[in-house]
């Protein structure tokens, strides 16, 4: 059983920073894609930043480029994402996502769809 855990979530304001981190336990992660997404109220899920299963090739929302960072260590099993200049409009629940079709070495993705395992998320508030 696959499953997905995400941690360091909170509140915080404008301009603060956060780190989430997001454990997988069930299934190693290396050779896979991972990603972050978060959903706002009454907005669709985006996936805000992705990461290829070797760490080298990363891909982010326009809105989040420069500001997050997104990171792995396959050997922990984890992947992370580091959060600077925070915006109320970053508010929302944070998910952690694995997609474990392997689709080469260099491969990421933005697309919600394409991944298939889900962490439960966690909230993150950004008061102005």
């Known amino acids: 059983q696959v499953q997905l855990v995400e941690s360091g979530g909170g509140s915080v304001q404008t301009g603060d920073s956060l780190t989430l981190s997001c454990a997988v336990s069930?299934?190693?992660?290396?050779?896979?894609?991972m990603g972050w997404a978060r959903q706002a109220p009454g907005q669709e899920r985006e996936i805000v930043a992705s990461?290829?299963?070797?760490?080298?090739?990363?891909s982010y929302l326009d809105s989040v480029e420069g500001r997050f960072t997104i990171s792995r260590d396959n050997a922990k099993n984890s992947v992370y994402l580091q959060m600077d200049s925070l915006k109320p409009e970053d508010t929302g629940v944070y998910y952690c996502?694995?997609?474990?079709?392997?689709?080469?070495?260099?491969?990421?993705?933005?697309?919600?769809?394409?991944?298939?395992?889900w962490g439960q998320g966690t909230q993150v508030t950004v008061s102005s």
């Open positions: 069930g299934r190693a992660i290396s050779s896979f894609a």
């Open positions: 990461i290829n299963w070797r760490g080298e090739r990363t």
């Open positions: 996502a694995l997609d474990v079709t392997y689709n080469g070495p260099y491969y990421t993705t933005r697309t919600v769809a394409d991944y298939e395992y």
